[in-house]
């Protein structure tokens, strides 16, 4: 059972390591998501005969997204979490992000789901609040915008 206490809207973060749809729901997002744009790349066309560097626009880098969760060593969400940081597969899990009902639309639940690897992970402790863990997932693919 994840940490249910939370400030916010009530927003969780699942996932499925073998990148399925059989999600494990690991914990409250506490203070906000943030998402970092999904970005195009661009790659030099120019030849050695141009005068003027040409640019084409390539495949697109989906970004990362960074989110501040309720965190407790003791719970299965939380190994899970230090698995998945020390887990070397191929394999991209899949994510799922659960909006409360009523917050994207008329009093029902929103999920948005995608792929990525979990890059970044720490702890925070504060005097007057609970043990955070930011986490950073690097996206692969689309970026499920």
Sequence with gaps: MPVNKRIGLGFTLSVDPL???SYTTIGAIVDGFGESEAKAM???TAILT???ITKSKSQVDPGEVTFIIAYDPDE????LLNQLLASVSQVTPAWVITFPAGVLGAGTITTKGFYAHLSGMGREVKKDGMVTCPITLTKSGNPGF
């Design 19 to 21: 990148g399925g749809t």
């Design 42 to 44: 661009m790659v030099e």
């Design 50 to 52: 141009d005068v003027f």
């Design 76 to 79: 299965a969400s939380s190994v």
